[in-house]
């Protein structure tokens, strides 16, 4: 090799490691900015936000798009990121139920409550039931009951501060108020039956309105006695 | 190459495919050869730069200036130390399959959910 042939060997050498380096450097960095990007936007509020709206195309958007868009790179790299990401992800699949779940409810569904439970309830509805109904009225089933669903949580975690109700499934905290005698047993059954048709039209199954409308009833009634 | 997100993970749960796992399982597989055949390149290029400016610089090394040759040498160090690095991050394309059967096996519990929303292309 002769001696200028060395020099832009060398030369090229040095570009090529030179951009190489800074490559690499730029790639590290854009890489922990978006995973910082991700970071901030995984927070409790953000996912309040999302799940308190019972809304099909909220808690959706904030799936695919908020936790959708975090890399799997940075979730494994990223301990801080991969915390954030599992937290809510398990919340989700609290809010949505799982098909394991939802498999084992409907080989034993609860029976539905005998019509008379819904008369006499107080008019007006509160205002997120009446919400509920309007949905399911105006054809958005999923999404009146979803609405509903998260009135119960809302409305007996309330009643249980010390627990932490975003971990606690529905049918869960139904049992709690009963063992605690916050509801009756037969408040207890009728919001067992309306979460069983709530988590079937979350979990994808057509539900009549006429079901899901007579569901949102049974909530009323479950909850009428913590009015008092 | 632009990497798996969690939604791609998802959108594999809720299309309606038998085998989503063997789907990712591919996608893992020409990830890994990938990023295999691109730091076993970038390893080989190293290598050889380094070995071709030494091997000059010891025949001819009196003649020239040692700057060049010491940028040289360097920038092959570097493009070395940079393949060797993407090859021991191959490990970690491991950990991303597993974390990604992981995310999968969740993302199916809720799949009737997932097919209910239609997220944007």
New interface residues.
Partial sequence: ???P???S??????????T??LS?LSKFLVEARRSKVFRDALTKKAEDTALESSD??I???Y???T???????????DAKLRTR?EAA?AR??TF?????EQRLEQEDPPPPPPPEVTQGLPVPAPVELARAKRNIVDGDV?NGLARARRYIELRLGAQFPSVDSSRMSAIGLVSLAERRERIMPGEAEALRFALNVCNRA????DISPDLALYAVDCIEYGLSSLDE | MA?????D??RLARADLEDASSQLDQIYEWRYDHASTAAKA?VG?GAS?LI??L???L??GA???WA??L?????????LA?GL?AYRKLN?IY??YV??HE?LA?A?????????????P
């Fill in positions: 090799m002769t001696a042939l060395l020099t060997l060398s030369v090229t050498s040095a570009i090529v490691g030179g190489a380096a690499s099909l195309d808690v959706g958007k799936l695919f798009d936790i959708g868009g975090v890399e799997i790179t940075s979730y494994v790299r990401t992800l989700l699949t949505v139920g799982t098909e394991t999923w979350i979990h994808g199954e | 990497g798996i997100q969690i939604s993970v998802l970038v290029l730069l071709a400016l091997a000059a610089a025949q001819h003649k020239s200036s060049p040759i940028a040289g040498t360097g920038g092959a160090v570097v493009i940079i690095i970690g950990r991303e974390v990604a995310l969740s199916l519990e809720v799949r009737t959910f997932l097919r209910r929303y239609n997220p944007k």
